[in-house]
């Protein structure tokens, strides 16, 4: 087993402490780039998949890194629908 393929069968245990970073790896791994928004962005993040034309974008949670669930289960979807997962 990869470690994607460990990092992706932990995100979709939906786990209490999935950080963001984690989900950046993932994302990168998945085919995903972030793009910067800007000067002003702060914590706001965008992932986009050039092939599919696909944007994910969320806030990085602060001050602890860990996602929330609710987080995690709208990302799986979104990825899952793009037969990324």
Do not use: C, W
């Amino acid at each position: 087993m990869t470690q994607l393929d460990k990092l992706k069968a932990r995100f979709l245990s939906n786990p209490k402490n999935f950080s963001f970073e984690e989900l950046e790896k993932l994302l990168s791994q998945l085919g995903f780039e972030e793009k910067k928004l800007g000067k002003t962005a702060g914590s706001r993040k965008a992932f986009f998949h050039k092939e599919l034309n696909l944007i994910i974008r969320l806030h990085k949670p602060h001050p602890s890194p860990i996602l929330k669930s609710y987080m995690i289960k709208e990302i799986v979807s979104l990825l899952k629908s793009n037969d990324l997962l």
